[in-house]
């Protein structure tokens, strides 16, 4: 299976803070790469898709990056309702596999 | 708008088989990729398998000793057992469409879920 790795687990930031947070596979997996948000008692949103394509209906402040092993999701203006965990998941090969999730909560 | 309602058990003792059934609504059954996935209670998400209309099935290994996916195409339906349920399989299970295309390469990514049903195993 490939491992897919979050740094950090968490963070605290403020409204209109820029936050990163990076995602690493255990292997190459191209660009099949995705983010999702998931809110407290809520499904998981697609959020960016192919690494670096943003899904329709998605605010722009939202940015992926990142080929091969290490990809990166960028919040460019944190807004209150972007606290919530954020997934990686590769869609590579057969099992996908799911980052640990990284909360982004209030500081 | 496409919607998937997902219906089931939602507590089950040691050693039954879950049993769950997701509809999608208002959008097209084929050419997809109808996915269960499952989040234990303050924990990660983790991909159960796969089915698309024709039948084609794939599994995480895993589970595939345990799980079912089956569809019923005329209904819009796809289903997931698991058999012989312990506390660990205590979970949120979702069904997922996946979906794939290609812009200037491929993807693939989950772009609709259901609502999830909370699966309790406990004596």
């Known amino acids: 299976d490939i491992q897919m790795t979050q740094s950090p687990s968490s963070l605290s930031a403020s409204v209109g803070d820029r936050v990163s947070i990076t995602c690493r596979a255990s292997?190459?997996?191209?660009?099949?790469l995705n983010w999702y948000q998931q809110k407290p008692g809520k499904a998981p949103d697609l959020l960016i898709y192919?690494?670096?394509s943003l899904q329709s209906g998605v605010p722009s402040r939202f940015t992926g990056s990142g080929s091969g092993t290490d990809f990166s999701l960028t919040i460019s203006s944190l807004q209150p309702e972007d606290f919530a965990t954020y997934y990686c998941q590769q869609s590579s090969s057969t099992p996908y596999t799911f980052g640990q999730g990284t909360k982004v909560d209030m500081k | 708008q496409v919607q998937l309602q997902q219906w089931g058990a939602g507590l089950l003792k040691p050693s039954e088989t879950l049993s769950l059934t997701c509809a999608v609504y208002g959008g097209s059954f084929s050419g997809f990729w109808w996915t269960w996935i499952r989040q234990p209670p303050g924990k990660g998400l983790e991909w159960i398998g796969e089915i698309n209309h024709s039948g084609s099935i794939n599994y995480n290994p895993s589970l595939k000793s345990r799980v079912t996916i089956s569809v019923d195409a005329s209904k819009n339906q796809f289903s997931l057992k698991l058999s012989s349920v312990s506390a660990a399989d205590t979970a949120v299970y979702y069904c997922?469409?996946?979906?794939?295309?290609?812009?200037?390469?491929?993807?693939?990514?989950?772009?609709?879920w259901g609502r999830g049903t909370l699966l309790t195993v406990s004596s």
């Open positions: 192919a690494a670096s």
């Open positions: 292997q190459t997996i191209g660009s099949y």
């Open positions: 997922a469409r996946g979906q794939n295309g290609y812009i200037g390469y491929d993807y693939w990514n989950f772009d609709l």
